[in-house]
């Protein structure tokens, strides 16, 4: 079954902005877009957003989702050490029938 | 609070076979898509298997078709995973979860290995 694709790493300094992108096809992420999970190593994964791009009760605000076409992204502000984690996206495939993942991005905060 | 519970890790020997139990509290669980999502060492997320609502469609990834079953008891809000044919590929810590409503629980860890 074919993934979602993340760029392996990304790094920026602390307090800058950093911007995540998970790219599909109109089958799993334009069909009913991604969710968003953060896991810290050794944890198991954290949803960060729904398909809908809207943040379950007790995420940050400084995390917002969103998705243009096949592509999703999720956009963190404010950058903490914290938010060093490892970040993938998923969606349903309709035509797999099918979760795809994304390879996972792995966000580091300098 | 909403809890996913797995059980049922641990070593085996190639070929040999393993049930993977999930136990959920505090949500709906009978209404909802459940699934099992492995992530071998140092790897990331690969979904295995999902179940529909009432388990009358299941759906596999291909390296796993004929040698797992994924089946679930609503009465008991439980999920399960029996996995049969276990290869060393097959190690992993396996998450019970609902994907798309975001509840993951702690993982079981499944060593295939002589």
């Known amino acids: 079954q074919a993934g979602l694709t993340q760029p392996p790493s990304v790094s920026k300094d602390l307090g800058q902005t950093a911007t995540l992108t998970c790219t599909g096809n109109?089958?799993?992420?334009?069909?009913?877009?991604a969710v968003w999970l953060q896991q810290h190593r050794g944890h198991p994964p954290k949803l960060l957003s729904y398909?809908?791009?809207n943040r379950p009760s007790g995420i940050s605000e400084r995390l917002s989702a969103s998705r243009s076409g096949n592509i999703a992204s999720l956009t963190i502000i404010g950058l903490q050490p914290e938010d060093e984690a490892d970040y993938y996206c998923?969606?349903?495939?309709?035509?797999?029938?099918?979760?795809?993942f994304g390879g996972g991005t792995k966000l580091t905060v300098l | 609070e909403v809890q996913v519970v797995e059980s049922g890790g641990g070593l085996v020997q190639p070929g040999g076979s393993l049930r993977l139990s999930c136990a959920a509290s505090?949500?709906?669980?009978?209404?909802?898509?459940m699934s099992w999502v492995r992530q071998a060492p140092g790897k990331g997320l690969e979904w295995v298997a999902s179940?529909?609502?009432?388990?009358?469609?299941?759906y596999y990834v291909d390296s796993v078709k004929g040698r797992f079953t994924i089946s679930r008891d609503n009465a008991k809000s439980s999920l399960y995973l029996q996995m049969s044919s276990l290869r060393a590929e097959d190690t992993a810590v396996y998450y019970c979860?609902?994907?798309?409503?975001?509840?993951w629980g702690q993982g079981t860890l499944v060593t295939v290995s002589s």
């Open positions: 505090a949500f709906s669980f009978s209404n909802f898509w």
């Open positions: 179940i529909k609502e009432d388990g009358s469609d299941k």
């Open positions: 998923s969606a349903w495939d309709r035509i797999l029938t099918s979760w795809v």
């Open positions: 109109s089958n799993n992420v334009g069909y009913q877009g």
């Open positions: 398909r809908n791009s």
């Open positions: 979860a609902s994907i798309h409503m975001g509840y």
